[in-house]
């Protein structure tokens, strides 16, 4: 049965069933990388979505999710400011449908010596992208989710975030933090319906690396290209809807490391950190 609408738009009625019927998820940082291989594996297992990034690059990623079927709504929005989340929030709310899946994403990384490099203010913008947004957007979600008794919620933290990250050393933070507020969270929740799953990627073939102008250490150059994005986001889907607390994603040295990283003195994962991540690293091993 087909419908027409005053602005002459025709839909089947079954249509609209099956929109409202497909259960909706957001993805931030969802223009590149993991967090477009996030919305890929979301959008292949049925969801609509509403993905977020701060550039043009977020359209281009629509286009290519639109091509897997379903609703896909971008919001193009800073989400290290407040507008910026409260712009995403708003168009989620504006859909008028309950979200089941939250996928925190988005975050950037600064490279370089605390005291003679690096510069404070793209610090304090790191730490409001990886941790504030963070934070206020899964507080968001969760009064949602656990008001319908029912949601998941997914930070992305990193495998640097179980150790000191020398060079990187407000970013470790960052992830370190993320890392437990995503097990505090998942504690309180535990009983409500609603899930929090923390990723712990290890260095991964993205655009991040250059971002951060990384591109001449051993940890860009040599450890990122034994992970693909996509099958980090795999390992992250699967772990999500399975329900995990916790996941390392990424191949067996990942693993190995997220694992053994309790294990470790502090100042052993410091130093070996250090080499990774020093400039020229990369060269100095050939």
């Excluded at 504006?94 to 975050?107: K, M, T, Y």
Aim: aromatic fraction near 6%; glycine fraction near 10%.
């Amino acid at each position: 049965m087909r419908r027409e609408f005053p602005w002459g738009t025709s839909i089947t009625l079954e249509a609209i069933v099956a929109t409202l019927s497909r259960p909706l998820a957001v993805v931030t940082g969802a223009s590149s990388g993991i967090g477009l291989e996030l919305a890929r594996q979301l959008a292949q297992h049925g969801f609509d979505l509403v993905i977020a990034a701060d550039g043009p690059g977020i359209t281009d990623a629509a286009v290519q999710l639109r091509t897997l079927g379903g609703n896909v709504e971008v919001v193009r929005a800073n989400l290290a400011t407040v507008e910026g989340c409260q712009q995403l929030e708003q168009a989620v709310e504006l859909l008028g449908r309950p979200l089941e899946v939250i996928a925190l994403n988005a975050g950037v990384g600064v490279h370089g010596d605390f005291a003679r490099e690096t510069a404070l203010a793209d610090e304090l913008n790191m730490i409001q992208l990886n941790i504030v947004s963070t934070v206020r957007l899964a507080k968001w979600a969760s009064r949602g989710m656990v008001a319908r008794g029912k949601g998941r919620i997914m930070i992305i933290s990193s495998v640097a975030g179980t150790m000191p990250t020398p060079q990187q050393t407000v970013y470790g933070a960052t992830k370190a933090f993320d890392l437990s507020f995503a097990a505090g969270l998942q504690y309180e929740l535990k009983d409500t319906g609603v899930t929090v799953t923390a990723v712990l990627p290890g260095p991964t073939d993205t655009d991040f690396f250059r971002r951060a102008g990384m591109e001449d250490t051993e940890v860009a150059a040599e450890k990122a290209k034994e992970n693909s994005p996509a099958e980090v986001a795999r390992q992250a889907y699967e772990a999500l809807m399975a329900g995990k607390a916790r996941v390392a994603a990424g191949n067996f040295s990942v693993k190995m490391q997220g694992a053994l990283a309790r294990f470790m003195p502090e100042s052993f994962k410091a130093a070996q950190h250090q080499k990774m991540a020093e400039h020229g690293s990369a060269k100095e091993k050939h």
